[in-house]
């Protein structure tokens, strides 16, 4: 492709020059095992000095190429051009007022964005925060003032975040929750549609998976008291889950009849990421809030809740807020990253990654036994590493040797999922095509290598 205008400065190629972690980066190591928390982990023991298109280069000089988008966030790639002009300029000017104090033109151009990019011709108002897990606690807020009911349902393999709301609606237990508890009350799970594992088959399941999920609701919590129910329309964290076809619509459907808000955590899977501008649009199904951040803002600390105007204003005045929440330079940034997006159209680059790539994952699956599954859209897209294709089982062992595979040869892959076996890739969509099939080359080569 390369249909980008004039690439970052840092060289677009894979340069692999030390060991890796390269001395550098094992000195720095060094320096962060003494002061920074082991509670902070890092997947991947390389120090960044420098990012922009599909590069990371590291504090020795190699050039990786980045699979990540430092997890899933630089849809726009590093440092592009629009975000640090917007950002430098606003910066310059000021960089901080609290838009609860003193208020500022960038906030409220960032949420007339929102309202024309986001799914449904209703009236929309939207409510700025700084992280992921941020805007999903206020989604809840303003779902349960606006209901004036408590419960919240969320799905099998589903994240929202580490704060004590969201870490209690998160499913997976290590590392997210383990030894964090008592977790929130009020939140109740059931299950998702997931194809691969579904035990009658990926074909009934979104009927199935949508039945049960509306039977144990129903039965259990009472849909006259559940103020909420918040789903990923591609689940990240969980495993790159795509909820089998009329799950999500069925779910909708539910929320609607019983007046529950139906909330769409697109905080991974928005902003241009599955080849739309939200993953809910699949297959038309329009959130009363939807939440995101990541992409939004092209690297800076930015998140928002944007929904019906009637159930955003249901929370009275200085109801939500926060010192930084829609900070101005931040602001700036996601003004700067949504331009990217338009003027690349990224979207249909997003699409032109898939159509790369997922071919050659398909061709991986078709080849070796331990890969079970190929999945995902757009520039969110996994493989599933299993024991054997008719077990099944689980293999986090494998998925982390191929991931350190790709890591010493200067590919950054991400391990995800509820059972830590899925290699997921969320490159920047500014990529170039070379770039992707280099990637993809090492991950080939750590397959055949593989026992
Ligand atoms: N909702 C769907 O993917 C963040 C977290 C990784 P924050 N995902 C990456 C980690 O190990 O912490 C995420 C998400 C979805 C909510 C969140 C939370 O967003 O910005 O990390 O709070």
Not at 309 to 316: P, Q, V
Not at 371 to 382: E, I, Y
């Amino acid at each position: 492709m390369n249909a980008l205008p004039e690439g970052p400065a840092l060289p677009q190629d894979r340069l692999v020059r030390t060991a890796i972690p390269g001395p550098r980066s094992q000195e720095l190591m060094a320096r962060k095992k003494n002061v920074v928390a082991d509670g902070v982990a890092t997947t991947w023991p390389v120090f960044a000095a420098r990012a922009g298109g599909g590069i990371i280069e590291d504090v020795d000089g190699n050039r990786l190429i980045d699979l990540g988008s430092g997890l899933g966030v630089t849809v726009v790639g590093n440092a592009a051009e629009a975000v640090v002009r917007r950002l430098s300029a606003q910066a310059a000017r000021f960089t901080h007022t609290a838009f609860s104090v003193t208020p500022y033109e960038g906030y409220v151009e960032v949420c007339e964005a929102l309202a024309e990019l986001t799914p449904g011709d209703h009236a929309k108002k939207s409510a700025l925060f700084n992280s992921g897990a941020e805007a999903v606690e206020n989604a809840v807020k303003i779902a349960r003032v606006h209901t004036g009911r408590q419960a919240v349902v969320v799905f099998d393999h589903g994240y929202h975040g580490r704060t004590n709301l969201t870490m209690a609606m998160t499913a997976k237990n290590m590392p997210f929750k383990q030894g964090f508890g008592p977790f929130a009350p009020e939140v109740y799970r059931v299950p998702v549609a997931y194809g691969y594992r579904w035990p009658t088959g990926p074909d009934n399941a979104g009927a199935e998976a949508a039945a049960q999920a509306v039977d144990q609701i129903t039965k259990q919590v009472g849909p006259e008291n559940v103020a909420a129910i918040v789903v990923e329309p591609l689940l990240g964290e969980g495993g790159i889950i795509e909820p089998a076809k009329g799950f999500l619509p069925a779910i909708r459907r539910f929320a609607s009849e019983h007046g529950i808000v139906f909330v769409a955590d697109e905080i991974q899977s928005g902003f241009c990421r599955t080849g739309q501008w939200f993953a809910c649009e699949d297959e038309g199904v329009v959130p009363d809030l939807i939440a995101t951040a990541k992409g939004i803002a092209g690297g800076l600390p930015l998140a928002a809740v944007t929904g019906r105007a009637e159930i955003m204003d249901a929370a009275h005045a200085g109801g939500i807020g926060g010192t930084y929440g829609g900070n101005p330079v931040a602001c700036a940034a996601a003004l700067g990253a949504i331009e990217t997006m338009r003027e690349l159209d990224l979207n249909a680059r997003a699409r032109a990654i898939e159509a790369l790539v997922k071919p050659r994952l398909t061709a991986m699956r078709d080849r070796f036994d331990i890969v079970g599954d190929v999945r995902g859209r757009g520039a969110m897209l996994a493989v599933e590493v299993v024991k054997d294709g008719a077990s099944k089982e689980p293999n986090p062992q494998a998925a982390a040797a191929l991931a350190k595979a790709c890591h010493q040869k200067g590919v950054l892959v991400l391990v995800t999922g509820t059972y830590g076996n899925v290699i997921r890739f969320l490159p920047p969509l500014v990529i170039s095509d070379e770039l992707l099939a280099e990637g993809l080359d090492v991950l080939h080569e750590a397959l055949e290598g593989h026992k």
